[in-house]
């Protein structure tokens, strides 16, 4: 073998040597080709973090507002479906002072319906949900709805929606009304023998406030007054 040979030989296994020992740059402890999940599993879907508490300006549809209206379990516990139960579409005098005409603006709504089991009273739950074109129509509308005819206001610890009140019957039975409007939706529950307490009121309404909230996100609609509850429990 000549001198030449032996010098292109041992520069030869040189270069084999290096690209041997190189690091290569798929395996661990690099950086991964752009736009591949890695290894750790951050590519993949991130955990669901609630962003449906905003106010309701999408207008919904039959569907979502039957879906939004909470049924019997998602009430107070000891309430089961009414004659009505959910009664769909609601009419445009429903969202009205009684014996009001019609609001302006009234797109569409629904109602609920439930009693009390075991109750030897008229105990039961009336809800009126009500969306409109606009936010000022809703906000008309709300303002003209609460029923202040020989009732009186009663606080609730936490407001529902944008604005919300609660009124008290000064009868024996105390009947509660509660009334929020959020964007274009506003929305009535009504209590019977409720004794003047607003509690179950305040966590119908903040239910299904929410149910449409997360209808309008295009989520399902999931919340309950028994959850609403635990969360103001745990606010103290």
């Known amino acids: 073998m000549t001198r030449s040979h032996i010098v292109m030989t041992t520069a030869l296994l040189a270069c084999l040597t290096l690209s041997a020992c190189s690091p290569d740059k798929t395996s661990e402890g690099t950086s991964q080709p752009a736009g591949k999940p890695s290894a750790s599993g951050t590519g993949g879907p991130q955990p ?27 009430v107070v516990p000891g309430y089961y479906p009414g004659s009505l139960h959910k009664s769909m579409p609601g009419e445009p005098d429903d969202c009205a002072p009684l014996k009001a005409p019609a609001p302006a603006g009234w797109q569409r709504g629904g109602n609920g319906d439930y009693d009390y089991q075991g109750s030897t009273l008229s105990r039961g739950i009336d809800l009126d949900v ?17 029923d202040r005819n020989e009732t009186s206001p009663v606080t ?11 009124l008290a019957h000064s009868g024996s039975s105390g009947t ?9 939706v506003v929305v009535q529950v009504r209590v019977e023998d409720a004794g003047g307490d607003a509690t179950d009121a305040r966590d119908v309404l903040a ?10 996100a295009g989520r399902r609609a999931t919340a309950t007054a028994t959850e609403i509850a635990e969360t103001e429990q745990t606010r103290g």
Do not use: N
């Not at 809703?138 to 709805?145: L, P, V």
């Open 48 to 74: 669901f973090k609630d962003d449906t508490d905003v106010p309701l300006t999408r207008q919904l549809d039959r569907g979502e507002l039957t879906q939004a209206i909470p049924d019997a379990e998602d």
């Open 176 to 184: 509660v009304y509660g009334y929020s409007r959020s964007g274009t």
């Open 207 to 216: 239910a299904t406030i929410k149910r449409l909230q997360q209808v309008q």
């Open 130 to 146: 009500c969306q409109f074109d606009t936010a000022a129509h809703a906000k008309a509308a709300y303002d003209r709805w609460p």
């Open 156 to 166: 609730v610890r936490t407001p529902v929606g944008e604005e919300s009140v609660f």
